[in-house]
């Protein structure tokens, strides 16, 4: 049974799912949509434009669906999405999009720790944790299965390719590609996330192609297009080793050396 507390401020244009819990003095403006089993925490502000999925939990003070900080902005109707069982943690702020996207997005099984900044036209993918304090700027794509240490600072239009962990309190300025782990100021490459992709079921095999490609491209003092050359010719073309191809041909920042 859906549980509001008589504090709370609900605009009777918000959708409210069943088995909601709404604590107090929370905030849940118009044109909003709250799933099936979502937590809303005491003084969360849900705006206008948000969407929220099942089972997902907003902790106190975080604040969901603000304008962008964005001087372009001309108050034009945008929005934010949030999946599935996704967790924004005490002070976390993610806001609306802009019309370059007009939706800002985080995926399903997310974790958005405290004091986390979320700007406008960011894509999250599913199972990203973002650590404390990290700040994004705007128009970051951040792909499934990524992990940001606490307090990074993200550059507007990064890219983080999936599987990767970043160290905390790097200053991301380039594209990060695939599968690996980044370190150290500035951000460098630090080898294949092992352990994070031997854990989500990766084959040896694909390991051992993904090892031959990175060496390609870090150690071998090739330009990028040199080492994709040599990955399309002596390389299996596994998916992985594909979508790192695509990832690095679609750079568009440069990816971190």
């Given at each position: 049974?859906?549980?509001?507390h ?35 925490h ?15 939990r ?40 802009t ?21 406008h ?8 944790v ?41 200053a ?8 690996i ?62 979508h ?14």
């Amino acid at each position: 049974m859906t549980q509001i507390h008589p504090s709370a401020i609900i605009d009777p244009k918000a959708e409210i799912g069943v088995d909601v819990q709404i604590g107090p003095f929370a905030i849940i403006e118009a044109d909003v949509k709250i799933g099936d089993g979502c937590e809303i925490h005491p003084h969360a502000v849900i705006a206008s434009g948000t969407t929220i999925g099942k089972k997902s939990r907003i902790f106190s003070g975080a604040v969901i669906g603000s304008i962008p900080q964005d001087l372009k902005f001309s108050n034009e109707k945008t929005f934010v999405s949030i999946g599935d069982n996704t967790t924004v943690r005490e002070y976390a702020t993610v806001n609306r999009g802009t019309d370059h996207s007009w939706t800002t997005r985080v995926g399903d099984n997310c974790l958005l720790m405290a004091y986390s900044h979320t700007a406008h036209d960011c894509q999250i993918g599913n199972n990203v944790v973002i650590a404390n304090a990290v700040n994004m700027a705007g128009h970051v794509i951040i792909e499934d299965y990524v992990g940001v240490g606490g307090m990074c600072a993200i550059h507007q239009f990064v890219h983080i390719g999936g599987h990767c962990f970043i160290g905390g309190m790097s200053a991301i300025t380039k594209d990060v590609p695939p599968f690996i782990l980044a370190m150290g100021e500035p951000l460098t490459y630090g080898g294949l996330n092992t352990v994070g992709l031997s854990r989500r079921g990766f084959s040896k095999e694909a390991l051992a192609t993904l090892k031959k490609a990175y060496k390609m491209l870090y150690r071998q003092k090739l330009t990028k297009a040199q080492a994709i050359q040599r990955m399309e010719q002596e390389l299996e073309m596994i998916p992985e080793l594909r979508h790192l191809i695509d990832f690095l041909k679609g750079s568009e920042r440069g990816i971190i050396r």
